[in-house]
């Protein structure tokens, strides 16, 4: 049968990919994907064939891969982080139901909640909401709620594409909205660049993180009401009876 | 300086650890952990020093690890899933400031939260929560009042610890909270087993989950307003927006 595997390559660099998206990719006739992404796994597969898009062209980058693949061809369509979180795997399997003679198969990656957690220390570990601040397909005040709806239930926060040029002011707009039922100094952590080059990461208070610049290649952890520094590291408990 | 690496090895499977967790297990002295987690890499590296503690015992974990390192030995204690998603992660840097002169650095890896989506399909393209229904460590109290507030703000939820011999009921206590906002037929799907021999997976209803008996080894998924089955999968789009 025809296959398509959408594959996560984790957040950046080549040792953060799992051994199986490692394979397939290897194994593949094509790699398909927007250019940003294809670049990082390029330096490591140049032999592959590889087809690239723009951003934006996500849907015609499915049919692409789709239409490869129904040819005979094995394609691997690649995501940055995880192809099942924000990534193009829903939209896959949509777009998928033109080509009922190809298979899809998601291969999960290190999504940046994941590998920005391990840079910061340990904010996940316990219960966590994921939120994107990008409101091109989602209506900004349904954005608001789950920010009000985690922040009141003591969730963790993580935040995906906090701003862009065009979204300047979002994270401090998000902030306000956490600011309603979380303390000023709840302890929070950005991270920028995860596995790639020029790596970086901040350890600051919800009321300093307000006021903090970020672009879309930065990834914003918001504690609960007990996440610490512990030895200039961000750290949540893993619950409320915790005792050593 | 003596280290320490937490290594999450993924959700069973060893094609679903990164490159780097392997390159790590492959180098380092000792490998420590939790006897079941000590059996799934043993087999891949069968000429290592391994050193296994019984459940309920992970700060003794930490400190035998800590304490192996100081010595000048490279550590490396498994934590199935993410070491930073209800793993280790968080214990041992607080257990390290006993150690000062002992590195602690975390190895992410691929969550059941991200490996059950792959397998069920794409839920999680957009928002979710991820919640434990374990209350071993959190007052019950605590877990409904997210339950309620991640139905409320339309997430989608990924449950950890759905129930276990002693919590038989949690999962149906689980499932009334969530059906105070959301639609019975709100698209749900259950992971047994996610990466190891016996996986499997069901789709179904919120109101039919609510009855659905699961165990230790299940992550469960909840889908928002939006979830829907497309070809046998579980879908979620990627915002309100969205067109093709």
Chains 1, 2 share one sequence.
Not at 177 to 195: A, F, H, M, S
Not at 200 to 209: D, N
Request: with cysteine; proline share 4%; net charge negative.
């Amino acid at each position: 049968m025809s296959k398509v595997y959408v594959v996560g390559i984790g957040p950046g660099a080549k040792k953060q990919m799992t051994l199986e998206a490692e394979e397939i990719l290897q194994s593949c006739d094509l790699i398909v994907g927007y250019t940003v992404y294809v670049d990082l796994v390029r330096e490591t597969f140049p032999e592959k064939q590889f087809l690239t898009t723009p951003m934006r062209q996500e849907a015609k980058r499915c049919e692409m891969a789709l239409e490869t693949a129904k040819q005979g061809k094995c394609v691997a369509m690649v995501c940055s982080g995880d192809a099942g979180v924000y990534g193009m795997a829903g939209l896959m399997f949509e777009i998928g139901t033109k080509f009922p003679e190809v298979e899809i198969e998601i291969v999960p990656g290190i999504t940046a909640a994941s590998g920005g957690a391990s840079v910061l220390g340990a904010p996940l570990i316990h219960d966590f909401a994921v939120i994107s601040l990008s409101d091109l397909l989602t209506p900004w005040e349904k954005i608001e709620k789950r920010l009000r709806a985690a922040a009141m239930a003591d969730f963790v926060v993580c935040l995906y594409n906090p701003s862009s040029k065009k979204r300047h002011d979002y994270l401090e707009k998000a902030c306000v909205c956490l600011l309603e039922y979380k303390r000023e100094d709840t302890v929070c952590g950005i991270v920028r660049n995860i596995g790639r080059t020029g790596e970086s990461y901040k350890i600051l208070s919800l009321e300093e993180l307000k006021y903090t610049e970020t672009d879309m290649f930065t990834t914003v952890f918001i504690g609960n009401e007990q996440t610490k520094i512990v030895n200039g590291r961000m750290v949540t408990p893993r619950g409320y009876r915790d005792v050593q």
